[in-house]
């Protein structure tokens, strides 16, 4: 299985986790659509700054 984890750069410069096993990365404009191996579906606003995939990790940033 090739699912990731998902992080979101917080106001400090660190990261958090906002959701695990996520199978579908879509953006949608200002949004980035989420979506876990299990069906649990997430939007978050921001865009992908950086995809680490020997990690298993998708790092979005808040916008400006």
Do not use: F, W
Request: with cysteine; hydrophobic share 40%.
């Amino acid at each position: 299985m090739c699912a990731s984890n998902v992080y979101l750069v917080n106001d400090k410069g660190g990261m958090d986790l906002v959701m695990e096993q996520v199978d579908i990365v879509r953006p949608e404009g200002a949004k980035v659509y989420l979506r876990t191996v299990a069906g649990k579906e997430k939007r978050l606003a921001g865009r992908i700054r950086e995809l680490r995939l020997e990690d298993h990790a998708i790092i979005i940033e808040k916008p400006s």
